[in-house]
Structures are given as C-alpha cells and as structure tokens.
C-alpha cells in the first residue's frame, strides 16, 4: 500500500465511493462553481483571472480524487503556473485598471445568453440523469500496479504516439506564431545604455538628488529652503506642494535672528562668514 | 527491460491522524525557527565578509535580534493605502505564505524511525506522491501568484514593476528548473522523494577496462550539468540575490512588497526564506542524496538508521542556505535584461540539451542492453569528433585578425584644454600637454612626433614599439 | 457517492463558460470563458476514465491541456497585436472583418 493510495484512500477514491469524498465534493463544488461565476460578474479582468485560477486549483484536487494524481498535479502546474500566469501578465500588460464596460451592444443580449445558459444546464443535466452508468470500476489496481505516470506513459508513446507528436508540433507552431504576431520590428537602431547615460547628461537637468531643505539655514524644517553656499535660497529643496500652498517660510525671515547672534559673535566669526549667513 | 518502481517507497500505512498531525506541526516549527536562525546567520554572515560585527547586543552572539525585530514587525501599524485593491491586498500575503509551506510537506527528512517515548514507527516525512516534484512545482507556481497580485492590487507603480518582474522571471526559471528536474526523474524512474533518495543509496558497478568501478551514486555527481542548472534557477526561483529584480532596492524601493507594512509584510519575508528552504531541500533530496550520509560517515552502518539521517539532511541544507548568503554578499545585481538573456539563451538550451542527452543514454541502457561502458565511452567519442568539428569551424569563420594579433593602435593625441576646461584622456588617446589654462590653437602634433617626456612616461608602450 | 455528482459539477462550468463567452466584451474575459469550458471538459473526461477504469481518459484530458497551451499563446498574441493597433481589448472593436 503505497502513499498515493492512500492519499486516495483517505479521499475515498475506492469504490464504494466513501463519505470522505462526498464531503470533498460539497466543499469542491460550490467553490468552483462560486469562483466561476466570477467569470461572469467580476468588473476587472483581473479578479476573472483570480477566480478562474481558483477554480483550476479546485479541479487539481478533484483529480486527485479521481485517482489522477499526475493529471491533478499537471493541472495545477500548467494552467495555475502557466496559463493563467500567462493570462495575468497580459491583463497587466493591455491596461491593468480597464474595467470592462457594462454597455449592452446588442438590446437583450445578456437575457438571452443568460436564458441560453441555463437552458444548457437543464439539457445537460437532464441527459446525464437519463444516462445509465455502469458500475464504477476505478483505477486504484492501475495506479498501484505499473503506476499512474507510467501507465499515461505506455498509452502516450504506444496507442497515441502519433497524436503526440502532432501536439509536439503545435506547441512549436503556436510558439512562433505568438512570436510572428508580437514581434515589432525595429526601425531605429537599438539604444545603448551609454547613449541613454549620455543624452540624460544632455538634457541638462540636475541629475543629482535635490538638496535637503533647510541645509545651512537657520531652521532645518521641510517649509525652510536650503541655502546655497553662496547663501541664495535654494528653489528646489522644498516641496513644490508647500510652494503652491505658499507655505514656504522665506530665508530672510529665518535669516533675521541670525544676524543678530551672528553680531553677538562677531569677534570670532570672520567676515564672508558673517555676509554668507545673513544673506 | 528492467522497469523502475514508480510509487513512493516510503510506507505511512500505520500513520495516525495524531502523527499526522505532529509531523505537520514539526515541519512549521522547523521552518519558522529556521527561517529566525537564517536572518541571524544571514546578518552575522553577512557583517563579517564586510569586515563589521552585525548584531550581537541581543541574547548570545545577537541570537535573539531577529525575535525581537519580529515582534517588532507584528506590533507596527497596519498600513492599507487607500489606491488598494483590498481583498487582493490582503488575499496575496496569504497566497505567498501558504504556498511556502505546502512544498515541505513531501519532503523526507529521513528514513523510518521510531517515534521517542512511543512504538510508532513511521517515516520522517509527513506523506509522500507518485508525483511529489510536480507537486513541489505546483506549489511553487500558486506562491508567484502571491507575489504578482501583491504588486498588482498595491494600486502603485514600483510594486507593479517589481510583481511583472517576478512573474516573467520565474516563469522563465521554472522551464529551466523543471527541465534539470527531467534527468533527475529519467535516472530515478520516479517523481517520488522517497523513491529518489532510495536510487541514490547505491550507484552501483562498471567494467572499465577490466577494473571494477563503484559508481558515486548522488545525481549531483552523476547528473552535474542538471545539477548546475538547478542551482542557477532555484536562486532566480526564489529572489535572491544576484537575480533579486522584483524587489531591487536601488531600482524599486521594496518592489512587490513596497506598499506593505506588519503582518503583511511579514509572512511576505517569511515566505521569502522559506522558499530558500524549500528549493535548498529540494536540492538536497534530488542531488546529494537527500538524508543519506556522505560519503566517509557512510562507512559506519548505523549513519543511515534511525534519527541520524535528520541531521545529515539538515547539514546539507544548512550549506546550500549558506551558499545563498554567501551569494549574496558577493555578487552584484543583474541587470534585468542580461537576466533574462540568461535564462532563455543559456540555461533553456542547455538544460534541453543535457535531457536530450540523458534520455538516449537512459533509452539505450534501458532498451537496447547496451553496457555501460559502451554507452560512456560512445558519447565521449561523439563529444571528441563534436569539439574537434566545431573548432574546426570556429578556425575556418574566424576573421583574419584573430589568426594574428592586430598591432595596437597609434593612440591619438589630444588637447586636454580645447574646451577650455581639462578634460582626462579617453582609452586610445594621449595628451598633448598637461598643464597650462591659456589656449592655444597652433599644436595636437600629429603622432609620433616631438612628444615630450612627459608623455613618453604615460606611454610607456610606445617607446618600446618604437625602439 | 456515486461519481455521477463530477458530471453535474462539468455540466455547470460548461455551461457558466459558454454564458461568459456570449455576455463578456472584454476579449481576455471571453478567452477564459473558452478555458473553462475545456477544463469542464476535462473532468468529465476524468471521470468517465475513472468509472470505466480505463486510463484512456486522462490521456485524452492532458491532450486537451497541451492543446489549451497552444491556443492561449496564440489567441493572447492575438489579442495583444489587436490592442497595440485598437487600443482595446473588447470585442466590440474589432469589427473590421464584419464589413
């Protein structure tokens, strides 16, 4: 009795189909259905992407019990990791925030996709309620005795090893054909990254961080200018917000006391000094 | 035709709900704690290669630094911005944590043991699958998603940068980790960890010319180039240094995570580190051996019973996670496209490559009853007359100057002070004054000519080509 | 239980995916509803394959995956090079053929 088995086994994979997966089932069911139905109602793509995500998650585990542990786990991993990843990234790529548009193009549209849906529904379930099923057989003896993977395996590289290739051959074909259809072609030559450095040097702004406000000044508060070396109020080092508010305290103000305890100083502190100050 | 066993070999027939249970709770205290020792190594570790001490205030040698900063964390304020998508928000930390976690649980962490103080015996391994690698792979595929939507419903831009960063990037890493993980799974004839480790016990014997030759039997000896790749793309797989783009500090802020703050930020750090340990033990398991003794402590019987086991899989672990701060502190950033470039034009052609190589050497071995020998030394004559063809070529395209060494250019000489400002010498240049501010318009000497001492000592080269 | 409970779950999704195809305009959205009703596809396949006790199933169901693959790289390039020109992902847009 491997592990797998019973992993199957405590999911009641076995026939008689135990409690354990009809309890699995009335937790399955509803969440797919639920994630589903986020299909239909979500505004943004990406919450659609999220729940179909989830519903891939929910048939992963489904497959599980249907004593298909590589299906289940290949689920996961191709259409979680690759497909709606795939799906995500270019909802992120064509307008992240573009939410759909609740215009109805065509008058009564959605009452009769709607109408037609649950007509579905009603059609399919009434055929698989009609149907006789033989008795459920079960792959717990294959997946014990040669083991699930091989016996895909066997069936793949044997019966279907045609129809393999083929799907070989689309997957290569349908990797160009993404490439052909979202390849641009180049007109200009490629930017380096020296001539990216160098046309920034070009555009002549300050390329350095803005200095701190209040730097040199009297008070080091963000609505107090820096002062330059030479001692001008620096423009830059306050925050334009403050400037529009006109919230920006002016260097002179600041300046003023600092004349006077500059002038209370004024044996050791030199001259330029005492002019940078209080300018 | 020899088949190899498929399903786990480990046996959890006698498991209880309860050593289920316990086992589940063992693994996460094992991660947590060792995600809290791995900040404290990974800071201290870190301090010494740049020559400072890291934290050492708190608790012995600064152990207890990464409980207080955690804690810390836990206690700050919840920030929610208000451009947030909020159920994504909080849904993705979740999605990240979760996820870490899942992988560890079909990870052996050694062989059947007696439980202490009770008659249970049971495997060191919460449970095991015929397809535990693609679950591992899987588990890992759904924690991106915790990565992208954090960055996405962030509702900002650096956070959106850094989750379309992760999501490509570990696309492209996963083909190529999965692809190292083929060779693996074609030798074992499994994707079971217990049954991986069980085909690493014994590599078996050859005849080479005549010796008996005990086979090494850890798949990162027989199976290095896959070996190698793994190592490259688990480091992309899970942000670290030197492919940590998604969160580039310099470039992002924080990346992904820049909008989060507490809890939230929290489990995204957890997640983080427990991912090193999951693709280090994962590492461990597929490559050297997984909970088996190396080779020297192997020679006493008793290395591979019992609760020892343990202890070599958490020391092989301990080294790969060392590896990591180790990169860390050496390595700069990749730059994202030369990142890229990496994965799709190195690492996915050679890892395809070396399966394909596995494949028909697992193929004639398996099918056509080939020795081994045979095989080995039939691929190192196909490699020989491969390298000797493909020199050949290079020979034969390569353009004349290749064949022979072009002369070094005559460097050009300039004048520093034509701007009116000196300027320093590019490469192939060399100055025709150095000093003097007044302009003069009259000289740049052709080359060769009346230079100077001055600038016959900056050019020594050139005196000797001259003389 | 008996698994007959699957094929009414796949008949559901089958039919929320076929209405999400008809009442979507984002193209994406209808490409997932596409996906989804494989999917609800592919568990009845899973489930068929486990009432007979035949493997064949699964076979045919990861078939179905591969397939899917292919077409979603497609049909997203598809959609990307419409919105590069359009600048926009509804189908309402991209009505130049219909003339």
Not at chain 1, 152 to 176: H, K, M, P
Not at chain 2, 110 to 115: C, N, Y
Not at chain 2, 172 to 195: D, H, K, Q, R
Request: glycine content about 8%.
């Amino acid at each position: 009795m491997t592990s797998a088995m019973q992993l199957s086994g405590m999911l009641a994979a076995t026939d008689p189909p135990g409690t354990a997966e009809t309890a699995l089932f009335w937790v399955l069911a509803p969440v797919t259905v639920v994630a589903a139905c986020g299909l239909l109602f979500a505004r943004k793509a990406v919450h659609a992407a999220l729940s179909m995500a989830l519903v891939m998650i929910g048939l992963g585990v489904a497959y599980l019990v249907h004593d298909a542990p590589f299906l289940g786990a290949v689920q996961v991993f191709v259409y979680t990791g690759a497909v709606m990843m795939l799906f995500l990234f270019v909802v992120m790529l064509i307008g992240v925030s573009a939410a759909d548009s609740l215009v109805e193009t065509i008058k009564g549209q959605r009452l009769v996709a709607v109408v037609l849906g649950l007509g579905l529904v009603l059609l399919l379930t009434g055929a698989i309620s009609q149907a006789t099923l033989d008795e459920t057989v079960g792959l717990v003896a294959v997946n014990e005795d040669p083991g699930n993977v091989t016996m895909i395996a066997f069936r793949i590289f044997d019966d279907y090893v045609w129809a393999f290739e083929l799907t070989g051959a689309l997957l290569i074909t349908a990797a160009l054909g993404a490439m052909v259809l979202t390849h641009r072609e180049r007109l200009t030559p490629r930017t380096t990254q020296r001539q990216l450095a160098a046309d920034r040097i070009a555009e002549g702004a300050v390329k350095a961080p803005l200095p701190a406000p209040g730097v040199f000044a009297r008070h080091n508060a963000v609505d107090t200018p820096a002062l330059l070396p030479d001692g001008t109020p620096s423009e830059a080092s306050v925050n334009r917000v403050l400037r529009a508010r006109g919230q920006v305290r002016s260097a002179e103000e600041t300046a003023a006391p600092t004349a006077v305890i500059q002038s209370e100083f004024a044996e050791p502190l030199g001259d330029g000094t005492e002019e940078g100050g209080s300018r | 035709m020899t088949m190899l066993a498929e399903n786990p070999v480990a046996d959890f027939s006698d498991d209880t709900i309860w050593v289920v249970l316990g086992k589940a709770l063992f693994i996460f205290v094992f991660l947590v704690v060792g995600t809290i020792l791995m900040i404290w190594a990974e800071r201290r570790v870190v301090a010494r290669m740049q020559s400072r001490p890291g934290p050492n205030r708190f608790g012995p040698f600064g152990l207890l630094q990464p409980l207080a900063d955690g804690v810390k964390l836990i206690l700050k304020e919840d920030i929610t911005p208000r451009a947030v998508d909020r159920v994504v928000f909080v849904v993705a930390p979740i999605i990240s944590g979760t996820a870490a976690f899942l992988a560890f649980s079909v990870i052996p962490f050694g062989p059947e043991a007696r439980i202490p103080f009770t008659d249970i015996r049971t495997p060191l391994q919460l449970t095991d699958l015929p397809i535990a690698l693609l679950f591992i792979l899987a588990a890992a595929a759904v924690g991106v998603y915790g990565i992208v939507l954090g960055g996405w419903s962030s509702g900002s831009t650096y956070p959106l940068l850094g989750g379309l960063r992760s999501s490509a990037q570990v696309i492209s890493y996963e083909i190529a980790m999965a692809l190292a993980l083929v060779s693996v799974f074609l030798y074992s004839g499994s994707m079971s960890t217990s049954a991986i480790v069980d085909a690493q016990a014994s590599g078996g014997t050859a005849q080479l010319f005549g010796m008996t030759l005990d086979l090494p039997s850890w798949h990162a000896i027989t199976l290095l180039p896959s070996f190698v790749i793994y190592c490259i793309a688990m480091v992309g797989e899970t942000n670290r240094a030197p492919f940590d783009l998604p969160e580039a500090e310099g470039e992002l802020v924080g990346g992904y995570h820049t909008e989060y703050s507490s809890t939230k930020f929290l489990l995204f750090f957890l997640a983080e580190y427990v991912n090193m340990f999951t693709v280090s033990a994962i590492a461990t398991t597929l490559f050297l051996g997984g909970w088996r003794a190396p080779f020297p402590l192997s020679l006493w019987d008793g290395a591979n019973h019992g609760w020892w086991p343990m202890l070599w899989f958490v020391l092989k672990v301990a080294i790969f996670m060392f590896c990591f701060i180790w990169l860390r502190g050496t390595l700069p950033r990749l730059r994202y496209d030369q990142f890229m470039a990496l994965g799709w034009k190195w690492l996915i052609p050679a890892a395809l490559g070396w399966t394909l190589v596995v494949a028909g050497l697992r193929a004639t071995q398996q099918f056509e009853s080939v020795s081994t020998q045979k095989v080995l030394i039939g691929v190192a004559a196909v490699i020989a007359a491969l390298l000797v063809v493909v020199l050949f070529i290079d020979w034969l395209v390569s353009p004349e100057e290749r064949r022979q060494p072009r002369q070094a250019a005559e460097p050009q000489a300039v004048d520093p002070f034509a701007g009116g400002y000196p300027v320093p010498p590019m490469p192939g240049q060399r100055l025709a004054r150095t000093s003097g501010p007044v302009l003069v318009a009259q000289q740049v000497p052709a080359a060769g000519q009346d230079t100077t001492d001055e600038e016959q000592d900056s050019q020594p080269g050139e005196e000797a080509r001259r003389g | 239980m008996r698994p007959e409970y699957w094929l009414y779950l796949s008949a559901v999704l089958f039919a929320i995916g076929a209405t999400t195809v008809l009442v979507r305009r984002n193209a994406i959205i209808v490409f997932m509803g596409i996906e989804l009703m494989l999917n609800a596809a592919n568990l009845s396949l899973v489930t068929f394959s486990r009432i007979h006790g035949d493997i064949d199933g699964q076979v045919i169901a990861l078939f179905v995956m591969l397939v899917a693959a292919a077409e979603v790289v497609v049909g997203l390039a598809i959609i990307v090079s419409i919105f590069r020109t359009r600048r926009s992902a509804s189908v309402d847009d991209a009505n130049l053929l219909k003339y």
